[in-house]
């Protein structure tokens, strides 16, 4: 099983080492134990307790069962929003984690206790069918970073959208296939196929058109070439070269992300 170093202020849930010792336990068959001194978050009690329980979360807390009786709110939605922020950024085992926590992002000092952060979204807007969201996708949970919005909204500021321009404008291209009337993965479909975004855009049905064989080609580098011939020369499929112009939107940023992985 692997070991899990521990070091003095290392955090497991709600408590926070001190201090460590080993100490033999038992009397018939004596064993070698270590143990963790460690401090709840809830209440500020110092206690000893094994490291397998501490590390392995069997020991969260105290005991104190403080999260429940200070504020009365464990079970509402606003609580359940809170602590999954906290989750996301800091529990390893959640499945969301390499996307927060994962990627540097961190809940404010403020933040990390529960009755700001509900101060503060009582004061910004907050209802039952908002969410929150943080303005720059790569920052951390914290007042100057954060709002309350529409799944729709916060779905449109996600680090890995498809950003387009239409009509010197940049748009989402699902936000730009909704205004249309288009399911975005029929536009996303159309694009893939050769047509051009305007194209794409139409309501005409192009079900059975043969246009499948619209030749389109790429610019980059100052030149203009086919999906295949872009492919050939960047020594990679045709596949794995449309996969990545969907992400990164031109050729020229394709080849300069293709340089920064070798």
Same mark, same amino acid.
């Given at each position: 099983?692997?070991?899990?170093? *521990?070091?003095?202020?290392?955090?497991?849930?709600?408590?926070?080492?001190?201090?460590?010792?080993?100490?033999?336990?038992?009397?018939?068959?004596?064993?070698?134990?270590?143990?963790?001194?460690?401090?709840?978050?809830?209440?500020?009690?110092?206690?000893?307790?094994?490291?397998?329980?501490?590390?392995?979360?069997?020991?969260?807390?105290?005991?104190?069962?403080?999260?429940?009786?200070?504020?009365?709110?464990?079970?509402?939605?606003?609580?359940?929003?809170?602590?999954?922020?906290?989750?996301?950024?800091? *529990?390893?085992?959640?499945?969301?984690?390499?996307?927060?926590?994962?990627?540097?992002?961190?809940?404010?000092?403020?933040?990390?206790?529960?009755?700001?952060?509900? $101060?503060?979204?009582?004061?910004?807007?907050?209802?039952?069918?908002?969410?929150?969201?943080?303005?720059?996708?790569?920052? $951390?949970?914290?007042?100057?970073?954060?709002?309350?919005?529409?799944?729709?909204?916060?779905?449109?500021?996600?680090?890995?959208?498809?950003?387009?321009?239409?009509?010197?404008?940049?748009?989402?291209?699902?936000?730009?296939?909704?205004?249309?009337?288009?399911?975005?993965?029929?536009?996303?479909?159309?694009?893939?196929?050769?047509?051009?975004?305007?194209?794409?855009?139409?309501?005409?049905?192009?079900?059975?058109?043969?246009?499948?064989?619209?030749?389109?080609?790429?610019?980059?580098?100052?030149?203009?070439?086919?999906?295949?011939?872009?492919?050939?020369?960047?020594?990679?499929?045709?596949?794995?070269?449309?996969?990545?112009?969907?992400?990164?939107?031109?050729?020229?940023?394709?080849?300069?992300?293709?340089?920064?992985?070798?």
């Amino acid at each position: 099983m692997k070991q899990t170093k *521990v070091y003095i202020g290392t955090k497991f849930h709600n408590l926070t080492v001190l201090d460590m010792r080993s100490v033999v336990r038992g009397k018939t068959s004596p064993r070698r134990e270590v143990q963790l001194l460690c401090k709840c978050d809830f209440c500020g009690s110092e206690k000893w307790y094994p490291k397998f329980n501490v590390v392995n979360g069997r020991t969260k807390s105290c005991g104190c069962s403080a999260s429940k009786t200070v504020h009365g709110e464990w079970h509402t939605r606003l609580y359940g929003i809170w602590s999954g922020m906290k989750r996301r950024c800091y *529990v390893t085992t959640c499945k969301m984690y390499k996307y927060y926590g994962g990627r540097g992002i961190k809940v404010c000092d403020e933040w990390k206790d529960y009755i700001p952060f509900r $101060d503060w979204a009582l004061s910004h807007g907050y209802t039952e069918k908002l969410t929150i969201d943080r303005i720059d996708v790569n920052g $951390d949970y914290c007042p100057e970073n954060c709002r309350w919005s529409t799944y729709l909204v916060q779905m449109n500021n996600k680090r890995n959208n498809h950003i387009v321009e239409y009509q010197g404008k940049e748009y989402t291209l699902s936000e730009l296939a909704r205004e249309h009337g288009l399911s975005s993965s029929v536009v996303s479909a159309r694009l893939r196929k050769g047509l051009s975004l305007e194209e794409a855009l139409s309501k005409e049905d192009f079900r059975g058109k043969g246009f499948k064989k619209v030749l389109k080609l790429y610019k980059g580098q100052g030149k203009e070439n086919t999906l295949e011939g872009w492919a050939a020369e960047l020594g990679i499929t045709k596949r794995k070269l449309s996969h990545k112009l969907y992400y990164y939107g031109t050729i020229d940023e394709v080849i300069r992300r293709i340089e920064f992985e070798k």
